[in-house]
């Protein structure tokens, strides 16, 4: 799987979502909801950076293609941040269980006021 099919599959998946908008960070393509990161496309690396509950993050990663998040070689992002390789995420159904896992995570956040963007 490509990264930009990848990318074409999430934003059809998220296309029922409200407070949704893309931003190009950490080297890939990030979908932001209500102003939090809920996915990142890490271009070439050939993974899916997630946002998850830090509750859930230890039995997340004993699940086979499941990693713990980096910024870097040997810099692990914190609890709630996980990696899943394109081999887990194949099917739709697979894609959206995973998206949906985040979406509840996201919702349990409190609001964030948008950022003021610079002029395009």
């Known amino acids: 799987m490509t990264d930009t099919v990848l990318i074409d599959r999430i934003r ?35 993974t899916l950076l997630l946002r998850v509950a830090p509750a859930d993050h230890a039995h997340y990663l004993q699940q086979t293609g499941i990693s713990p998040a980096e910024m870097g070689a040997g810099c692990r992002m914190g609890a709630g941040w996980i990696n899943l390789a394109h081999s887990i995420i194949t099917s739709d159904a697979d894609l959206y269980r995973w998206l949906d896992i985040a979406l509840t995570h996201n919702r349990s956040l409190p609001p964030k006021t948008p950022r003021k963007r610079g002029k395009s």
Do not use: P, Q, W
Request: net charge negative; hydrophobic share 55%; charged share 20%.
């Open 12 to 46: 059809t998946a998220l296309a029922g979502e409200i407070d949704i908008r893309e931003v190009n960070m950490f080297g890939g393509l990030a979908f932001m909801v209500r102003e939090h990161i809920l996915a990142c496309v890490a271009i070439a690396k050939s």
